[in-house]
């Protein structure tokens, strides 16, 4: 086991051909972010010129866009799916595709991953390496959104990548652990292409911020739930929790900060994670709206409290009939983090952040 980590901490792309003999069971790519129209020619090539655009201007779309490999499945395929949110508007929308390695059409999946090489590719959706450098990984992320195209091109440092738990593999449970790594502040730029009401194509620049997961689940984790919580804050931290759900009980929620400065991570397995402001939406499922993490910052044992609020209600994903197997919440959503809380309000100034939530209510026993 030690061999595979010390491979993981050396590897940005997993090292072999995915499909019969991979060594996985479940596999992510996933990318959450935000996204601001880019009609100014604005400088968006950094994190520091995100961080001034955000300061600024409300972003005008929150994006996910996931490629899912299923190893144990039959038939073993791929899973892409996304969904966009117009924040002003306030409406969601999601799509899916799938298909199996053995189908023998024009919607067989793509999917490769060796060193220096990346290739996910299932119909019109992709995630492929464009080139790479000692510091630096390029990639082009392209998906589909009921017509809406994004069409995206990302810089990473190869300093930004964040391995968590112990040398890139974290124990969720005690029957499930995965391989899991992040790189928070994800420079995005590129084409947001849709049809206005009259039926033309139109093309708009954008530009944001992803947050890239990969996971690579060794043993199984489909038969719980989870909540996932990844926050990025304008003072350059990032905050990764997650809460299991086994036997209809939630277990300690757990989780690591980031700091993208120093490039170090630090780890919290201590958190008090409530919910409040639960929304029942059309679907008839419900969903909290609201969470208060706290935790004691591990150096001066200060108790700090981070909390969210969805942007809107309505960012519920997947159906009971479709390829995911199960519907969930996974949504955008405001943060504040308040270091210091017991000091006056005046003398203090909590920290703003925006990020992504993810509740998968855990399925019921066959």
């Known amino acids: 086991m030690e ?8 590897a940005i792309e997993l090292r072999h051909l995915h499909g019969a003999n991979s060594p ?4 992510w790519w996933y990318f959450t972010g935000f996204m601001w129209r880019n009609n100014n020619n604005a400088s968006c090539d950094t994190t520091t010129d995100i961080a001034n655009l955000a300061s600024k201007k409300t972003p005008h779309y929150s994006v996910q866009s996931t490629f899912f490999l299923a190893d144990e499945m039959t038939p073993k395929g791929l899973l892409a799916h996304a969904a966009e949110a117009d924040l002003e508007k306030k409406q969601h929308r999601s799509s899916e595709r799938v298909a199996g390695f053995a189908q023998n059409s024009m919607s067989s999946p793509i999917a490769f991953a060796a060193p220096g090489l990346l290739n996910l590719t299932l119909g019109n959706w992709r995630l492929s390496q464009l080139g790479s450098s000692k510091e630096r990984v390029h990639w082009d992320l392209r998906f589909d959104v009921r017509g809406t195209e994004y069409l995206l091109q990302l810089k990473i440092p190869k300093s930004d990548f964040w391995f968590h738990g112990k040398n890139g593999f974290l124990q969720k449970t005690s029957g499930a652990g995965n391989f899991y790594y ?16 009259s039926g033309i194509n139109k093309l708009e620049s954008i530009c944001g911020q992803l947050w890239f997961d990969h996971e690579i689940h060794v043993k199984k984790v489909m038969d ?21 759900s086994e ?3 939630f277990t300690q929620a757990k989780g690591e900060i980031w700091d993208q400065s120093t490039k170090t991570s630090t780890l919290l397995d201590q958190i008090n994670l409530s919910a409040s402001n639960e929304v029942c ?4 499922r419900c969903y909290p709206q609201t969470f208060q993490a ?9 108790k700090n409290v981070v909390k969210t609020d969805a942007w809107f209600a309505e960012q519920e994903m997947g159906s009971a009939s479709g390829a995911i197997g199960r519907p969930y919440w996974e949504g955008a959503v405001r943060a504040v983090w308040d270091t210091a809380p017991n000091i006056s309000k005046k003398n203090r100034q909590p920290t703003e952040g925006i990020g992504f939530i993810e509740m998968v209510p855990q399925e019921p026993s066959k």
């Open 3 to 10: 061999a595979i980590h010390q491979e993981m901490r050396q």
């Open 24 to 27: 996985s069971s479940l596999e």
């Open 182 to 197: 992040s790189a928070p502040f994800v420079v995005a730029s590129g084409q947001r292409i849709y049809r206005d009401p």
């Open 224 to 244: 719980v739930g989870w909540r996932w919580f990844g926050l990025n804050f304008s003072n350059g931290k990032s905050l990764m929790i997650y809460q299991i």
């Open 247 to 249: 036997k209809g009980k």
């Open 281 to 284: 939406l059309s679907s008839q």
């Open 294 to 302: 706290e935790f004691l910052d591990p150096s001066s044992k200060v």
